[in-house]
């Protein structure tokens, strides 16, 4: 599986980002994806996940601010970021659940 996440950038807070990670080397619809992060020090969480049939569970840190999305045709991950606040910086990573070997991540920045 080859995993290839992009979007990131550097924002202020209270802005956007919308990510993208486009999923190669699998049946990309029948499986479940998740958005993770990690920050140096900290282990890899999930933020957000969406499964074959396009269910969503959020982490609590992000609730009301990103959304999760699939095209299947694509075969690409998505993760729209809003309000975003200066916690929400870390590399950002997305993956098959159950998890694959992981791919290139994409550096979100958020300035205060």
């Known amino acids: 599986v080859q995993l290839q996440a992009s979007g990131g950038g550097f924002v202020q807070a209270g802005g956007s980002l919308r990510l993208s990670c486009h999923a190669s080397?699998?049946?990309?619809?029948?499986?479940?994806m998740g958005w993770y992060r990690q920050t140096p020090g900290k282990q890899r969480e999930l933020v957000a996940s969406i499964t074959t049939g396009h269910s969503t569970v959020y982490a609590d840190s992000v609730k009301g601010r990103f959304t999760i999305s699939r095209d299947n045709v694509r075969r690409t991950l998505y993760l729209q970021m809003n309000s975003l606040k200066p916690e929400d910086t870390a590399v950002y990573y997305c993956?098959?659940?159950?998890?694959?070997?992981w791919g290139q991540g994409t550096l979100v920045t958020v300035s205060s």
């Open positions: 993956n098959l659940i159950p998890l694959r070997s």
């Open positions: 080397g699998t049946n990309f619809r029948i499986n479940d």
